[in-house]
């Protein structure tokens, strides 16, 4: 049985920092990534990263403060979130693929984690 188990998630002033966390069991995927969705929007792509290869990618929005980042040997993925923004509040979902390629397409994504809070206060 597949499980995505999150943690990480908080209430942070603008500025500030947190990593979440998501571990994954049940499956070796190839493909991991963060969504996030705020009250009343659509979930969107936050950053993904591929096991094998090590690729990453990220959206405009949060290119240059969020790191994805992987440790295989806890089949656990990361993401560090630096200079928090009050837009970053949101709910953020842990992904995981079955298929053999990087996406950022949430349609690829298989598994979901149950969701972690983000708040981020001005």
């Known amino acids: 049985q597949v499980q995505l188990v999150e943690s990480g998630g908080g209430l942070v002033q603008a500025g500030g920092s947190l990593r979440l966390s998501c571990a994954a069991s049940?499956?070796?995927?190839?493909?991991m990534g963060w969504f996030r969705q705020a009250p009343g929007k659509e979930r969107d792509f936050v950053a993904a990263?591929?096991?094998?290869?090590?690729?990453?990618g990220y959206a405009d929005s949060v290119k240059g403060r969020f790191t994805i980042s992987s440790d295989n040997a806890k089949n656990t993925v990361y993401q560090q979130m630096n200079s928090l923004k009050p837009e970053d509040t949101a709910t953020y979902y842990c992904a995981a693929t079955r298929r053999s390629y990087y996406s950022r397409d949430i349609r690829d994504y298989d598994y979901w984690g149950q969701g972690t809070q983000v708040t981020v206060s001005s």
């Open positions: 049940g499956w070796n995927f190839y493909t």
């Open positions: 990263i591929s096991w094998g290869t090590g690729n990453t």
